[in-house]
Nanobody
Framework: QVQLVESGGGLVQAGGSLRLSCAAS????????MGWFRQAPGKEREFVAA????????YYGDSAKGRFTIARDNAKNTVYLQMNSLKPEDTAVYYC???????????????WGQGTQVTVSS
Protein backbone atom coordinates (compact mmCIF):
# COMPACT_ATOMS: atom_id res chain seq x y z
CA GLN A 1 0.00 0.00 0.00
CA VAL A 2 0.98 3.63 -0.50
CA GLN A 3 0.63 6.42 2.02
CA LEU A 4 1.55 10.05 1.37
CA VAL A 5 1.69 12.69 4.09
CA GLU A 6 2.22 16.38 3.35
CA SER A 7 3.66 18.89 5.78
CA GLY A 8 5.09 22.40 5.78
CA GLY A 9 2.00 24.43 5.02
CA GLY A 10 1.07 27.49 6.98
CA LEU A 11 0.57 31.23 6.88
CA VAL A 12 3.07 33.43 5.09
CA GLN A 13 3.13 37.01 3.87
CA ALA A 14 3.16 37.83 0.18
CA GLY A 15 6.69 37.60 -1.18
CA GLY A 16 7.70 35.01 1.37
CA SER A 17 8.63 31.36 0.99
CA LEU A 18 7.51 27.96 2.17
CA ARG A 19 8.85 24.47 1.62
CA LEU A 20 6.33 21.67 1.49
CA SER A 21 7.33 18.08 2.10
CA CYS A 22 5.62 14.85 1.13
CA ALA A 23 6.71 11.72 2.95
CA ALA A 24 5.89 8.47 1.20
CA SER A 25 5.84 4.88 2.33
CA UNK A 26 9.35 3.63 1.74
CA UNK A 27 8.66 0.47 -0.21
CA UNK A 28 6.02 1.97 -2.48
CA UNK A 29 7.79 5.27 -3.11
CA UNK A 30 10.46 3.67 -5.23
CA UNK A 31 10.01 4.11 -8.99
CA UNK A 32 6.97 6.40 -8.64
CA UNK A 33 6.50 9.74 -10.30
CA MET A 34 5.33 12.44 -7.89
CA GLY A 35 3.19 15.49 -8.48
CA TRP A 36 1.93 18.49 -6.59
CA PHE A 37 -1.58 19.86 -7.08
CA ARG A 38 -3.54 22.59 -5.36
CA GLN A 39 -7.19 23.40 -4.92
CA ALA A 40 -8.75 26.66 -3.80
CA PRO A 41 -12.38 26.91 -2.66
CA GLY A 42 -14.76 26.82 -5.60
CA LYS A 43 -12.04 25.92 -8.10
CA GLU A 44 -10.88 22.76 -9.80
CA ARG A 45 -7.77 20.97 -8.69
CA GLU A 46 -4.81 22.58 -10.46
CA PHE A 47 -1.54 21.02 -11.54
CA VAL A 48 1.50 22.66 -9.96
CA ALA A 49 4.56 20.50 -10.61
CA ALA A 50 5.71 16.93 -11.13
CA UNK A 51 8.95 14.96 -11.15
CA UNK A 52 9.93 11.48 -12.27
CA UNK A 53 11.92 8.85 -10.43
CA UNK A 54 14.88 9.42 -12.74
CA UNK A 55 16.96 12.57 -13.06
CA UNK A 56 14.74 14.14 -15.71
CA UNK A 57 13.76 17.78 -15.94
CA UNK A 58 10.73 18.54 -13.80
CA TYR A 59 7.46 19.83 -15.21
CA TYR A 60 5.66 22.93 -13.96
CA GLY A 61 2.29 24.50 -14.42
CA ASP A 62 2.16 28.08 -15.62
CA SER A 63 1.43 29.40 -12.15
CA ALA A 64 4.57 27.76 -10.74
CA LYS A 65 7.16 28.56 -13.40
CA GLY A 66 9.98 30.74 -12.15
CA ARG A 67 8.80 30.64 -8.53
CA PHE A 68 8.41 27.02 -7.42
CA THR A 69 10.90 24.16 -7.50
CA ILE A 70 10.11 20.48 -7.14
CA ALA A 71 12.76 18.03 -5.96
CA ARG A 72 12.96 14.58 -4.48
CA ASP A 73 15.27 12.71 -2.17
CA ASN A 74 14.71 9.06 -2.90
CA ALA A 75 16.91 7.95 -0.02
CA LYS A 76 14.60 9.80 2.37
CA ASN A 77 11.41 8.82 0.54
CA THR A 78 10.47 12.48 0.37
CA VAL A 79 9.37 14.95 -2.30
CA TYR A 80 9.64 18.70 -1.79
CA LEU A 81 8.01 21.77 -3.21
CA GLN A 82 10.00 24.94 -2.61
CA MET A 83 7.72 27.93 -3.07
CA ASN A 84 9.21 31.40 -3.39
CA SER A 85 7.73 34.81 -4.15
CA LEU A 86 4.37 33.67 -2.89
CA LYS A 87 1.25 35.56 -3.89
CA PRO A 88 -2.22 35.68 -2.31
CA GLU A 89 -3.56 33.74 -5.29
CA ASP A 90 -1.32 30.82 -4.26
CA THR A 91 -3.61 30.28 -1.28
CA ALA A 92 -4.99 26.75 -1.51
CA VAL A 93 -4.82 23.26 -0.13
CA TYR A 94 -1.75 21.59 -1.60
CA TYR A 95 -1.74 17.87 -2.31
CA CYS A 96 1.01 15.50 -3.29
CA UNK A 97 0.22 12.56 -5.51
CA UNK A 98 1.94 9.44 -6.79
CA UNK A 99 1.61 7.66 -10.09
CA UNK A 100 3.39 5.60 -12.69
CA UNK A 101 4.32 8.54 -14.91
CA UNK A 102 4.50 12.33 -14.94
CA UNK A 103 1.25 13.87 -16.15
CA UNK A 104 -0.74 17.03 -15.49
CA UNK A 105 -4.05 15.24 -15.00
CA UNK A 106 -5.24 14.38 -11.48
CA UNK A 107 -7.02 11.24 -12.66
CA UNK A 108 -3.70 9.71 -13.71
CA UNK A 109 -2.38 9.73 -10.15
CA UNK A 110 -3.48 6.79 -8.06
CA UNK A 111 -2.32 7.88 -4.61
CA TRP A 112 -2.93 11.13 -2.77
CA GLY A 113 -2.01 12.75 0.49
CA GLN A 114 -4.47 14.47 2.79
CA GLY A 115 -3.38 17.97 1.80
CA THR A 116 -1.76 20.85 3.63
CA GLN A 117 -3.14 24.38 3.78
CA VAL A 118 -1.08 27.25 2.40
CA THR A 119 -2.36 30.75 3.11
CA VAL A 120 -0.63 33.82 1.70
CA SER A 121 -1.61 37.16 3.16
CA SER A 122 -1.34 40.46 1.34
Amino acid sequence: QVQLVESGGGLVQAGGSLRLSCAASGRTFNNYAMGWFRQAPGKEREFVAAISWTDDSPYYGDSAKGRFTIARDNAKNTVYLQMNSLKPEDTAVYYCAGGRAVTTFPREYAYWGQGTQVTVSS
